[in-house]
């Protein structure tokens, strides 16, 4: 899966994500090249990723409180943007539960 298609699922997020926690994902790289260079390591990319879901999704949710109201121009536009996001949120999911199939693999390895 390439850098664009993480960043991509991280696009599109869900209405509960208030902040990504990068400390969630692991610990942080004490003294590697990532934490050096500004944000090009993995966690940096699933973070990026998690944030443009959340945002997809808060933007969404600004829609559909604004079709609530009556105070929407464009409901085609409002309706591609849920499912943008609807997708985006699908998709980021599943490549949670690759993420967690693969430790779960890795775990399981004798050494």
Known sequence: MSAEALAAIAASAAPAISEPQP???????????????????????????????????????TDLQRLAVGDVQNLHQVMIRLEESRLSFQLMMQVRGRLLEAYQDVMKMQL
């Open 23 to 61: 400390a969630a994902f692991g610990p942080a790289p004490a003294s590697g090249v990532a934490a050096a260079g500004g944000g090009t390591g993995f966690s940096s990319l699933v973070t990026q990723g998690l944030q443009q879901v959340n945002d997809q999704l808060l933007t969404s949710q």
